[in-house]
């Protein structure tokens, strides 16, 4: 059975900083292109990052590059995603997902077959 768990989230104020965690279990994790994904409410969810299976290359949305950052171990069956500067626009419920065809394909959740629960993460002004 595939799981992915997420934890890390919480609340923090404009400017600071959270690093998202999310373990991985049932599968061959390194084979798999992860990504995170988010959604605030009454909106879409929609692509923050995303990380090739050997963790060399990695993918932002614009509204995110350069104040996110994604990586993984493969050792530990774990994915990552560093969020600085945070503002209150990035305000949602972020889920890690799995993409077990080993090739990135781009930012669209379909891509994504599994997910995990979510971790809601609040930023005050």
């Known amino acids: 059975q595939v799981q992915l768990v997420e934890s890390g989230g919480g609340l923090v104020q404009a400017g600071g900083s959270l690093r998202l965690s999310c373990i991985a279990s049932?599968?061959?994790?390194?084979?798999?292109?992860m990504g995170w994904f988010r959604q605030a409410p009454g909106k879409e969810r929609e692509f923050a990052g995303g990380?090739?299976?050997?963790?060399?290359?990695?993918y932002y949305a614009g509204s995110v590059k350069g104040r996110f950052t994604i990586s993984r171990d493969n050792a530990k069956n774990t994915v990552y995603l560093e969020m600085n500067s945070l503002k209150p626009e990035d305000t949602a419920v972020y889920y890690c997902?799995?993409?077990?065809?080993?090739?990135?394909?781009?930012?669209?959740?379909?891509?994504?077959?599994?997910w995990g629960q979510g971790t809601q993460v609040t930023v005050s002004s």
């Open positions: 990380i090739s299976t050997s963790g060399d290359n990695t």
């Open positions: 997902a799995a993409d077990p065809s080993s090739l990135y394909r781009g930012s669209s959740p379909n891509f994504y077959r599994y």
């Open positions: 049932g599968r061959t994790f390194s084979n798999d292109i």
